[in-house]
């Protein structure tokens, strides 16, 4: 118990000050980013979004300073030859490999607790001030938008205002079993009711691919169930609840729900690879303990070979 206590002392405090510390050099490098390549930014502006940003910055460094926390602990233990006093008392390294998933299945809880339930609306004000005050514009007003409504149905426009359903540019195109076009529907504009959930076209026109029918001055109301979701969708970061919230959702189309089922494993493994770099740093350094260099070149690849891993999951 003692041990214990004396390892995830100095194993989190490694971890909180090397975090810390990243977090501060982000934020400055950013906050002088905005100030130099943002023209129309104020002073406060930009330390308003610094502020905002901090902690879910704190949250992406985690990653990054787990795995310096434990190549610098490893360091300390055999600088001060501790590894030779463990065994002396008779600790062998699987007794150190349970501390180590441990601390990392700690981290791993922290980070889920704190990003998705505390940091996720902190993440979402700082990036809708992002565009708001850098980029001038809002994720409310939609630019060149598809989405597929059923396995049948694809929906596309130029623009559309999700603040006041609003847009232009619509097109429907109906497929058959085979895939091809069986009707497509087009219109100036068009206009989404979010409470009944149906899309309102006046003046429209269709088209028939397979007999080259020709409908015009079309008024009419199509329900889209689950376009209210798909559109809520662009407007957020979503978090591990609201995906598996869409995930099992009966209204979106399968090939949605695969592509919301994809996300959530992504933000479960982002969460898990923190556990995964104290073992493997741990593991990596232990495959050749006596030898001089190896192991300390070892404990180099998990940081690689993760964000290797991560871009091939993505």
Not at 67 to 90: D, F, G, R
Not at 196 to 208: A, E, Q, R, T, V
């Amino acid at each position: 118990m003692t041990l214990a206590k004396y390892f995830y002392k100095r194993f989190f405090t490694h971890v909180f000050f090397i975090t810390t510390g990243i977090t501060f050099l982000f934020s400055f490098v950013e906050f002088f980013e905005k100030i130099v390549k943002v023209e129309h930014s104020t002073l406060a502006t930009v330390v308003k979004f610094t502020a905002l940003n901090f902690f879910p910055t704190f949250f992406d460094s985690l990653p990054l300073s787990t795995w310096l926390a434990t190549c610098l602990l490893i360091k300390e233990l055999h600088q001060q030859k501790e590894w030779e006093t463990l065994s002396i008392l008779n600790i062998n390294p699987k007794k150190m490999f349970s501390l180590f998933l441990g601390a990392g299945l700690l981290l791993s809880v922290f980070s889920f607790v704190g990003k998705e339930v505390f940091v996720h609306k902190l993440t979402h004000k700082a990036e809708t001030f992002r565009m708001e005050k850098f980029k001038q514009r809002t994720n409310k007003k939609l630019l060149n938008k598809w989405f597929t409504l059923s396995e049948k149905l694809y929906f596309s426009f130029d623009y559309l205002d999700l603040e006041t359903g609003n847009g232009s540019e619509l097109m429907l195109i109906y497929l058959s079993d085979n895939f091809s076009p069986t009707k497509i529907i087009k219109s100036k504009t068009f206009e989404i009711d979010h409470e009944s959930k149906n899309i309102l076209i006046k003046n429209g026109s269709s088209f028939n691919p397979q007999n080259n029918e020709v409908g015009k001055n079309l008024d009419i109301t199509i329900a889209v169930p689950n376009l209210h979701n798909q559109l809520s969708l662009t407007t957020q970061i979503p978090n591990f609840f609201s995906t598996l919230n869409y995930v099992y959702s009966s209204t979106l189309p399968q090939h949605v729900k695969l592509s919301m089922l994809r996300s959530l494993l992504k933000i479960f493994f982002n969460h898990f690879v923190l556990l995964l770099y104290t073992l493997l740093t741990f593991v990596l350094f232990f495959i050749a303990p006596h030898s001089l260099y190896i192991k300390w070149i070892l404990i180099l690849i998990p940081y690689p070979l993760i964000t290797i891993l991560v871009t091939l999951i993505n």
